[in-house]
């Protein structure tokens, strides 16, 4: 696991680890003020990763795929806790 995602209540911070030894990454922090959609998938039987995508008003999709056992459930209604305020 090298790439990770940090939610907080006001927005989404996503680290982008790059390079071989792990040294240089890219930051992104996206507020939950501009989200306008979020489809959840769920992990099934055979698929163990889950998936969401955040449609982002200026922006548009981002897609974060996580792996093995993750409540991707709670995590779709805590965004729609924080993007509907």
Do not use: H
Request: hydrophobic share 40%; glycine share 10%; net charge positive.
């Amino acid at each position: 696991m090298r790439d990770y995602v940090v939610f907080t209540d006001r927005r989404l911070n996503a680290v982008n680890v790059q390079g071989i030894t792990g040294k240089k990454r890219a930051y992104t922090s996206l507020p939950w003020a501009k989200v306008q959609a979020w489809p959840v998938e769920t992990a099934g039987k055979l698929d163990l990763d889950s998936e969401l995508e955040l449609w982002f008003s200026g922006l548009g999709k981002v897609r974060l795929e996580f792996k093995g056992k993750v409540d991707i459930r709670t995590i779709g209604q805590l965004i729609g806790s924080y993007a509907l305020r």
